[in-house]
């Protein structure tokens, strides 16, 4: 089975700041997806960002960006200018490709992130 | 295009009774998930359909735990004979394909707490 490990409970960060929140994951298997998501208070969880294991190049998003080490099984957020609104919780999540799977998503503990003025 | 509800977003409920929660999925989306979310936790996930075939149960899905999907859009969640460890809340999701990189929306959940 897959797990995904977030071994930051919490992480705070100056407003208009870098920060990396860390992730590391185990499986076997060659094919996959991996995403982070974020959860502010009381709202839905949103979709950040995604990469897919094949895909060498690291996925970015705006102010969002991954650093995907496939061998290491590391899969780390960075988000750069930081802001208010990017305080929330965020997780991380697998997601296998393989043929035949349920395709459901596996996740981490989570991630809190504060941003401080 | 509203999103995924969820019904009631909040629900208090005495021990030994029954809870429905109701999932109403984003249209035209045929892949329909349960979670669970405690606190401090990532989501663990329940189960899943694809229109109306509930596919794969996890463990977590006691005999007290039933899902429905009856038409393949939206879907309903009992706990039957609620105990405290029920407490959580229960997310919905839902996709369309099943290719596995396409994105999964979330509904904002639907809070149990059993007395």
């Known amino acids: 089975a897959q797990t995904v490990t977030q071994s930051q409970p919490e992480m705070s960060v100056q407003e208009a700041e870098t920060v990396t929140l860390s992730c590391t994951y185990d499986?076997?298997?060659?094919?996959?997806?991996l995403f982070w998501y974020k959860q502010p208070p009381s709202r839905q969880m949103i979709l950040v960002i995604r990469?897919?294991?094949?895909?060498?190049q690291n996925a970015t998003e705006n102010r969002f960006s991954v650093n995907f080490q496939k061998a290491a099984k590391s899969f780390s957020l960075k988000i750069s200018d930081s802001q208010l609104g990017d305080a929330a919780m965020y997780f991380c999540?697998?997601?296998?490709?393989?043929?035949?799977?349920?395709?459901?998503?596996?996740f981490g503990t989570g991630t809190r992130l504060q941003v401080m003025l | 295009d509203t999103g995924v509800s969820q019904d009631p977003r909040h629900k208090i409920t005495k021990r030994g009774q029954n809870v429905t929660f109701r999932c109403d999925p984003i249209?035209?989306?045929?892949?329909l998930y349960w979670y669970r979310q405690t606190l401090g936790q990532g989501p663990e996930f329940l189960t899943y359909?694809?229109?109306?075939?509930?596919?794969?149960k996890s463990r977590l899905l006691s005999d007290r735990f039933s899902a429905e999907r009856p038409k393949g859009s939206f879907s309903t969640l009992e706990i039957q004979r609620t105990e405290q460890g029920d407490s959580a809340m229960y997310l919905c999701?839902?996709?369309?394909?099943?290719?596995?990189?396409?994105?999964?929306?979330f509904g904002e959940g639907s809070w149990l707490t059993v007395v």
């Open positions: 999701a839902s996709s369309f394909g099943g290719t596995a990189g396409n994105t999964i929306y």
């Open positions: 499986t076997s298997e060659s094919d996959y997806y």
């Open positions: 990469q897919e294991a094949y895909k060498q």
């Open positions: 999540a697998y997601r296998s490709a393989e043929a035949g799977t349920a395709s459901k998503l596996t």
């Open positions: 249209s035209e989306h045929n892949r």
């Open positions: 359909f694809q229109n109306e075939a509930q596919l794969e």
